[in-house]
Nanobody, 115 residues
């Protein structure tokens, strides 16, 4: 079982930066890929970024060049560094991990970008 706790979301002005954190309750060495998703009001949840245990990353086109996902296996934490934030980045951001065939989600952290 894995518990995920996100933090770092807040209100920020357009053009600003934030760093989101996702702390796992167990070692993430054995979790191949960690994910960040987001869900804006009235929209479906979308995959924002992923990172494998080897450090390979994938991003949705809308955040390429602005967001960076990273992981610290010693701290059991995954980060999402967000720069040049836009109002359309406003959403609840969720951390996700698939472990032993089960999907684990955090409770989410709200990011609001004002124009």
């Amino acid at each position: 079982q894995v518990q995920l706790v996100e933090s770092g979301g807040t209100l920020v002005q357009a053009g600003g930066s934030l760093r989101l954190s996702c702390a796992a309750s167990r070692s993430i060495f054995s979790i191949n890929t960690m994910y960040w998703y987001r869900q804006a009001p009235g929209k479906q949840r979308e995959l924002v970024a992923s990172i494998t245990s080897h450090g390979n990353t994938v991003y949705v086109d809308s955040v390429k060049g602005r967001f960076t996902i990273s992981r610290d296996n010693l701290k059991n934490t995954v980060y999402l560094h967000m720069n040049s934030l836009k109002p359309e980045d406003t959403a609840v951001y969720y951390c996700n991990a698939k472990y032993d065939g089960i999907d684990y989600w955090g409770q989410g952290t709200q990011v609001t970008v004002s124009s």
